[in-house]
């Protein structure tokens, strides 16, 4: 079984960076991908970024797209969310996830393991 635990939220204002990890304990499966997805209040999940097993295929959301950037040490089991030029409209829990194959995952529902969430809070 794989658990996910997620680190690295807090409060900024616009502008400001932050970097979420993702340590998963448990080996993750070779080729399993990892995403990042976002939940504020009063809306629906939804998709952050994806990682695949070896880091070289990544993908974004168009409203993170240039600013974040996802990333995977599988030596560490653990994965990354750089986040800079946050906005107030970042503002959410950010959840990491993992799926058990490879492929690009764009749904919750793609992925079989989750974190708790950290919080993510951009003031203006």
């Known amino acids: 079984q794989v658990q996910l635990i997620e680190s690295g939220g807090g409060a900024v204002q616009t502008g400001g960076s932050l970097r979420l990890s993702c340590a998963a304990s448990?080996?993750?499966?070779?080729?399993?991908?990892m995403g990042w997805f976002r939940q504020a209040p009063g809306k629906d999940r939804e998709f952050v970024s994806y990682?695949?097993?070896?880091?070289?295929?990544?993908y974004y959301a168009d409203s993170v797209k240039g600013r974040f950037t996802i990333s995977r040490d599988n030596l560490k089991n653990t994965g990354y969310l750089e986040m800079n030029n946050l906005k107030p409209e970042d503002t959410a829990i950010y959840y990491c996830?993992?799926?058990?194959?490879?492929?690009?995952?764009?749904?919750?529902?793609?992925?079989?393991?989750w974190g708790q969430g950290t919080q993510v809070t951009v003031s203006s």
């Open positions: 990682v695949n097993w070896k880091g070289d295929i990544t």
């Open positions: 448990g080996r993750l499966f070779s080729g399993s991908g």
């Open positions: 996830a993992a799926r058990a194959v490879g492929g690009l995952g764009l749904r919750g529902v793609e992925y079989q393991y």
